[in-house]
């Protein structure tokens, strides 16, 4: 792992530990039944896992938490502020599976790694992946200052293939639509026709990715 890599990672970590500890001072006060901002955030993450990021309500927060709604407000001050905790938390969970994936790898192998780590977390958090990927529709300022976190990690295993900067933006976004694209028709049911496996057809995307990257990177074309 590159020391730009490592400080990423290690800055992930420490934000994840922040969203999931509640350092902020509000968080840290019980109002109600041992009730805090941090647990008020974590069942806003199991409700929007279980319900949909964008079909829940206060209401069903605050029964989740076996508390009134107007209780909520002294941890929170509305709806919008909880997605916009829940979304934070869904950028800094992405990105820290994908950095801990490529720990210690370079090049080709880093790519493979972080294919996978970005598909097994779409697949094991789809209301989460969901509400990444909807943050262009969203309109908040704290997500769109973290936007960053999405390209990242995508950007960080570039580094190994003396792309310039905007030759690494170009490949991350192929990369991506590659793996989005998979994903969505995976999980809309549009690979029932056939029965060779789905790892494989993933695996064979990514090294024709990776086939294209490295004839780029030998040739200059």
């Known amino acids: 792992m590159t020391a730009a890599l490592l400080f990423t990672f290690i800055q992930v970590s420490i934000w994840n530990h922040l969203l999931r500890t509640c350092i902020a001072e509000r968080g840290t006060h019980m109002y109600h039944k041992g009730i805090t901002r941090e647990i008020v955030i974590q069942a ?108 990242e990690p995508m950007m960080r295993v570039l580094d190994d293939f003396g792309l310039s900067e905007t030759e690494k933006r170009h490949w991350q976004r192929i990369l991506r639509c590659f793996m989005h694209g998979f994903i969505e028709q995976e999980e809309a049911g549009y690979f029932v026709y056939y029965p060779e496996n789905r790892e494989e057809t993933y695996r064979l995307g990514i090294e024709c990715f990776l086939d294209g990257l490295l004839h780029r990177k030998n040739t200059g074309n």
């Open 44 to 151: 806003a993450v199991r409700l929007a896992e279980e319900r949909g990021w964008n079909s829940f309500s206060m209401n069903q927060l605050a029964e989740s938490l076996g508390i009134k709604t107007a209780s909520l407000y002294r941890h929170v001050s509305g709806l919008d502020d909880v997605i916009s905790e829940v979304g934070m938390y869904a950028l800094s969970s992405q990105m820290e599976a994908q950095l801990k994936a490529v720990e210690g790898l370079h090049g080709a192998d880093a790519v493979r790694a972080l294919a996978h780590a970005y598909r097994q977390y779409a697949l094991e958090h789809p209301e989460l992946y969901q509400i990444i990927l909807s943050m262009h529709r969203i309109s908040n300022k704290k997500m769109e200052s973290h936007s960053y976190m999405i390209p």
